[in-house]
């Protein structure tokens, strides 16, 4: 008894941190039709948010409930950076998989850098850069013979301002040292501590299932579904919803298109500013955060089906519950009749091997449904 | 500074298009077609011309290792400098040519060959991983050159070109068992691992040993390098040992932070399952957090709470150039004294040119370190180390809870192991060399 109970729990709690971690990348990839590689760095941002929110609040009275501030902070600010990439890159690659893929990808790097290297010094050099750049061509677009001058205008600007932007930022690097040049986070991991009445765990029998655990399948439930809610019973979800199933005819009827892309990739890239928050509680946060999860989350999308709110929860649990009875082998005891079945599946109960397992399961599985356990007629389709 | 470069790409690219055609006109280097070390006269280089001698720095600067190696080029710098401020080498100055071994394995080997071809070092301190080491170790060999090689590391290897100044097994994993064995009689053991050489071969050992003095392992898991998902593998140790036992773990980097967080959530805290870790170090303490390790062990040969003068002016010289907040760790210690191991080799050889005088010379050096005073470098090429063991406390130092009151001499080659028993290594004789049966 105690037995299946650890099974079922053990299979919910790895399926809703994958849940989690695929439902940002499942609403942009199935709705949009754009495969988003940067979705772990936006988990990564949000587990930065934490370890910031919770270093904030340390003193204050709300230091226990930093969490709930954590998740809140973590949406906005992945979102916003979402959009800022939709705005920036993908809106330009929209109709282009490929591109769209190796932007994004592209984008993954940039970012993990940036939460590496970045310091007060970087920020100085970075911002005077843009405020002499933008600033230089906003005022020499505003003279009548611009477009003559452009291509020779951007390149001395741009040279002029990467230069003064140098000198700034490494006069400031030298006259203040390492208050200035030391960077904020560092390629070391941080340290994000659950509070405490997260760090137990509810004791049943001689077992204990973690509060983190209970907490993220919590989460995970109320991120499905305010989802369901936000698509089904709002303005803005009916509208995500026309656009999807047929661009042009919900254009014709006045359905502002380029603000439901918008919205979407910013509603998923939020999402996974939530998942970061949760991941944190569970592992590392530094900057190859992400990279632990994109894998997954895709693997996740794809058995799912993709756009199927459903299918992404079937296919989490599913390969959240045979990972976790594969890799402890809690099947071993039922299989003791036959020695060799008893060997195979020790064999495979190893986290490597487990892996290794459930890849071979699944690319079994896409031979039969090519299309994932749910799929649907959409732009992705049609296109 | 180097972060801004990537958006000045015109002066970047004309400098970059610059270095690839002098690149493309050096005399391109061939390793090739030459014949065993042995036989191969020893290396001399140039490095010691002019009025400053050349030394490599080879370590991951990017990549997932640069969390570990940046820290260790931090310390190799601190000595270089101290040394160059005290007179330098021979009335030289030391400069340090650093390269970026990238995390990347044929990486470390090109790097090795451009600092002994074209760079003309004298010396490279470098690698931290054993699969670095292993990737570079042809190119020491066949160009009879030589590395500083500062990390504690699975033993089993003793070449004529390496310096190992790190903990040999016997120095940190053996005696780690033994002290765990005597404090925790009786109780089971489980060995975590990430899933590579290093803990593999540390498991063999270990298991090796413990069915020698009576110890007993109920099972053996390995998480894939950089994976977090934990929970099958707890599960596994609650229910091999459900009344408690020792949790020997020799998992490395991100998987620790899953492993210690998801520990604490499911009960099993150090009072019933104490762990012992052999790559937990006061910056990784930190990456994970204290209230999560706290009570848990560690061993090694040094840590930041070490009481000696030595070490006290070690912590406060490297704060004073790096920050108040960094912290020295063990691999930092050992990177930090062989800089000055092979500087006082230089100066018995009274040449930094001849590899081999400064090899020779190097063998029987001694040196008072912050991890306590007499470290010697062996005929081994290995150095005798003081072995501790610290329990994390609430600051993310370690209290020691024990150590040696000398230092252990140190066998590279395994003694629990069967095709290694009986085997030793001693370079000072040319009869014996790096690998020779004892009797």
């Not at chain 1, 700034?168 to 986070?185: E, H, M, R």
């Not at chain 2, 340090?96 to 995390?103: F, K």
């Not at chain 2, 370190?369 to 470098?377: C, D, I, N, R």
């Given at each position: 008894m105690t037995q299946l109970l650890e099974s079922v729990f053990g299979g919910l709690s790895i399926g809703s941190v994958l849940l989690l971690a695929a439902l940002g990348l499942a609403i942009v990839f199935g709705l949009m039709g754009v495969i988003n590689m940067a979705h772990g760095e936006f988990m990564m941002i949000g587990a930065y948010t934490t370890f910031v929110v919770q270093n904030a609040l340390k003193k204050t009275p709300l230091s226990e409930l930093y969490i709930f501030l954590a998740l809140i902070a973590a949406f906005i600010v992945a979102a916003l950076l979402g959009l800022v990439l939709e705005r920036t890159v993908v809106r330009y690659l929209y109709g282009r998989p490929l591109e769209t893929l190796l932007a994004t990808w592209g984008v993954?790097?940039?970012?993990?850098?940036?939460?590496?290297?970045?310091?007060?010094?970087?920020?100085?050099?970075?911002?005077?850069?843009?405020?002499?750049?933008?600033?230089?061509?906003?005022v020499l677009a505003r003279r009548p013979n611009f477009e003559q001058i452009r291509g020779w205008a951007i390149a001395v600007l741009g040279l002029l301002s990467a230069l003064i932007a140098l000198v700034?930022?490494?006069?400031?690097?030298?006259?203040?040292?390492?208050?200035?040049?030391?960077?904020?986070?560092?390629?070391q991991g941080v340290d994000v501590t659950a509070p405490k009445w997260l760090r137990g765990g509810l004791p049943i029998g001689d077992y204990q299932l973690p509060y983190t655990r209970l907490f993220i399948i919590v989460l995970t439930a109320a991120c499905v579904f305010g989802i369901y809610w936000f698509l089904n019973k709002t303005p803005w979800g009916l509208r995500i919803r026309a656009v999807t199933q047929n661009r042009s005819m919900s254009a014709c009827l006045g359905i502002p298109t380029k603000t439901v892309d918008a919205l979407t990739f910013a509603l998923g890239s939020g999402l996974a500013g939530v998942a970061g928050v949760a991941v944190s509680l569970l592992g590392s946060v530094s900057s190859n955060t992400g990279q632990a999860y994109i894998v997954d989350a895709f693997m996740v999308v794809v058995v799912g089906g993709v756009g199927k709110l459903i299918g992404s929860i079937v296919a989490a649990g599913a390969i959240g519950l045979v990972s976790y009875?594969?890799?402890?082998?809690?099947?071993?005891?039922?299989?003791?009749?036959?020695?060799?079945?008893?060997?195979?599946?020790?064999?495979?109960?190893?986290?490597?091997?487990?892996?290794?397992?459930?890849?071979?399961?699944?690319?079994?599985?896409?031979?039969?449904?090519?299309?994932?356990?749910?799929?649907?007629?959409?732009?992705?389709?049609?296109a | 500074m180097a972060q801004f470069g990537r958006r000045e790409f015109i002066i970047l690219s004309s400098t970059a298009a610059g270095s690839v055609l002098l690149k493309a006109c050096a005399p391109s280097t061939t390793t090739g077609g030459t014949a065993s070390p042995e036989a191969s006269p020893a290396a001399t280089t140039a490095a010691a011309?002019?009025?400053?001698?050349?030394?490599?720095?080879?370590?991951?600067?990017?990549?997932?290792?640069?969390?570990?190696?940046?820290?260790?080029?931090?310390?190799?710098?601190?000595?270089?400098?101290?040394?160059?401020?005290?007179?330098?080498?021979?009335?030289?100055?030391?400069?340090?040519?650093?390269?970026?071994?990238?995390?990347?394995?044929?990486?470390?080997?090109?790097?090795?060959?451009?600092l002994i071809d074209q760079d003309k070092v004298a010396t490279i301190f470098g690698c931290w991983t054993s699969a670095s080491r292993k990737a570079v170790l042809p190119t020491f060999e066949s160009k009879n050159h030589m590395l500083w090689y500062p990390v504690q590391y699975e033993g089993q290897e003793c070449s004529k070109n390496i310096f190992y100044t790190g903990a040999a097994p016997n120095q940190q994993i053996e005696p780690s068992v033994d002290w765990l064995l005597k404090k925790y009689k009786g109780q089971p053991f489980f060995l975590v691992g990430s899933d590579y050489v290093f803990p593999r071969t540390a498991n063999t050992i270990i298991k090796a040993q413990l069915a020698a003095k009576g110890g007993k392992v109920v099972g053996e898991d390995y998480i894939p390098l950089g994976g977090t998902e934990v929970t099958p593998i707890i599960s596994k140790i609650k229910a091999a040992m459900p009344n408690g036992g020792i949790i020997y773990n020799s998992l490395n980097g991100d998987s620790n932070v899953a492993f210690f967080k998801q520990l604490q959530g499911a009960g099993m805290g150090p009072d019933k399952y104490p762990s012992m870790s052999v790559s937990i170090a006061e910056e990784e303490v930190r990456a994970i957090g204290v209230e999560y390790l706290k009570g848990h062990y560690a061993a090694w040969n040094y840590f930041q709470t070490v009481e000696n003068p030595v070490n006290e002016k070690f912590v406060a010289a490297f704060k004073k150039k790096y920050g108040e907040d960094r912290v020295v760790n063990d691999p930092m210690e050992a990177a930090y004294i062989m800089v000055y191991l092979w500087k006082q080799a230089v100066e018995k050889a009274k040449t930094a040119d001849d590899l081999?005088?400064?090899?020779?010379?190097?063998?029987?050096?001694?040196?008072?370190?912050?991890?306590?005073?007499?470290?010697?470098?062996?005929?081994?090429h290995h150095i005798s180390k003081y072995v501790r063991i610290g329990e994390v406390r609430d600051d993310g130092l370690f209290e020691i809870v024990y150590a040696t009151d000398k230092p252990v001499k140190p066998i590279p080659w395994n003694q629990f192991v069967k095709e290694t028993k009986g085997y030793s290594c001693d370079w000072s004789d040319p009869a014996k060399g790096g690998k020779y049966k004892m009797t």
């Open positions: 993954s790097l940039i970012l993990q850098q940036f939460i590496r290297s970045v310091s007060w010094q970087f920020v100085a050099g970075v911002g005077t850069f843009c405020l002499l750049f933008f600033g230089g061509s906003w700034f930022s490494n006069i400031l690097g030298q006259t203040f040292k390492l208050a200035v040049t030391k960077p904020w986070f560092g390629t009875v594969i890799g402890s082998n809690a099947l071993g005891p039922f299989v003791s009749f036959s020695p060799f079945l008893k060997s195979f599946f020790e064999f495979f109960a190893t986290a490597s091997m487990a892996k290794v397992m459930v890849f071979a399961l699944i690319i079994v599985f896409l031979q039969f449904r090519p299309a994932g356990l749910f799929p649907q007629k959409g732009r992705t389709v049609d | 011309s002019g009025d400053v001698i050349k030394v490599g720095i080879l370590h991951s600067l990017s990549g997932t290792m640069a969390i570990s190696e940046k820290s260790v080029v931090d310390a190799e710098q601190l000595a270089i400098e101290e040394i160059n401020e005290a007179g330098g080498v021979l009335g030289k100055k030391i400069e340090a040519i650093v390269e970026d071994g990238a995390s990347d394995w044929p990486t470390f080997n090109e790097k090795a060959k451009k081999e005088k400064v090899r020779v010379a190097a063998l029987g050096q001694k040196i008072d370190a912050p991890e306590g005073p007499g470290v010697t470098m062996e005929n081994n």
